[in-house]
């Protein structure tokens, strides 16, 4: 799933502390030489999204850099260069795709907003609605209702 620029409520993004960066051109990313660049961002992917690290609140980039065999500058470097954000911004957007399959199966309606972030590796609500918000442009409820109202339009429909 990729996410597009997309316009975001004013009042929302103050309700949920969202702040748009601006980015910074760090000097020691043009140090990482291309190739080890690209074997990281191939072994970041096997780590956070294969293994679902993303899923464990205290998986830091300080971890993710020891589990490399590296520093967190090129973890750092190799995430905002070949992903175009920051180790925050990388790991939150796989656990909002995360919630967001979960928000919709029916198999979970029983559960709360909060079980479903925190099965998703947000240690707090905040985050997780500011998170979710910002990559969405709606809030886990609303996105919840949303898919709730699809589910009996397509029960309705004739196969």
């Given at each position: ?56 609140k205290n998986y830091s980039a300080k971890q993710l850099a020891e589990d490399l065999g590296t520093n967190t500058r090129y973890v750092s ?83």
């Amino acid at each position: 799933m990729h996410f597009t620029n997309i316009p975001l409520n004013p009042k929302a993004m103050a309700k949920y502390n969202i702040s748009l960066r601006k980015e910074k051109d760090a000097a020691y990313r043009s140090l990482v030489n291309p190739t080890l660049m690209d074997e990281l961002k191939e072994k970041i992917l096997e780590l956070v999204v294969m293994q679902k690290k993303y899923k464990d609140k205290n998986y830091s980039a300080k971890q993710l850099a020891e589990d490399l065999g590296t520093n967190t500058r090129y973890v750092s470097a190799v995430v905002n260069v070949r992903f175009h954000m920051n180790y925050t911004s990388f790991v939150n957007k796989y656990r909002i795709e995360e919630a967001m399959s979960i928000l919709k199966d029916k198999r979970y309606q029983h559960l709360r907003i909060q079980e479903v972030s925190d099965m998703v590796g947000f240690s707090n609500r905040q985050s997780f609605y500011a998170s979710f918000y910002k990559l969405s442009g709606i809030t886990p409820k609303e996105y919840r209702k949303q898919h709730a109202t699809d589910l009996k339009h397509k029960k309705k429909e004739p196969s």
